[in-house]
């Protein structure tokens, strides 16, 4: 019997951190289960944050930006630093790709974490 998940990789995006209150740009590039390029031109792309271990809660849901023709399997997500300023810990993401008839693609996950902010001045 072949075990279909015996090269599932849960969080394959690359950790990372920041202050929160800061502007973040994060950069998909969607590929299938083979390496093929995903063409997401007529998609609408967005990115969905939880906090690590409740990934029934969206703390954070934010729409995407396609990048175009040249590169039809990419797409950017602007974290404003209005977004983050209150918060911090722990957090999974992952990029959503929706298409015309609303079925989702999750290609992806990963960490991040938010340190808290110092005391405005």
């Not at 990934?55 to 990419?74: D, H, K």
């Not at 997500?77 to 008839?101: A, E, M, R």
Request: aromatic letters at 10%; hydrophobic letters at 35%; one cysteine or more.
């Amino acid at each position: 019997m072949t075990d279909t998940f015996d090269c599932l990789t849960i969080n394959d995006l690359t950790p990372f951190s920041f202050i929160g209150g800061t502007q973040q740009l994060l950069t998909f590039d969607i590929y299938d289960i083979s390496g093929c390029v995903v063409n997401i031109s007529a998609t609408t792309p967005s990115w969905v944050m939880s906090p690590y271990g409740n990934s029934q809660y969206a703390t954070l849901t934010l729409l995407g930006t396609l990048s175009g023709s040249m590169v039809p399997n990419r797409f950017t997500v602007t974290i404003s630093g209005s977004n983050t300023q209150d918060l911090y810990g722990k957090f999974t993401h992952q990029p959503v790709v929706t298409d015309f008839d609303g079925s989702e693609y999750r290609p992806s996950q990963g960490t991040i974490v938010i340190s808290p902010r110092n005391a405005t001045i």
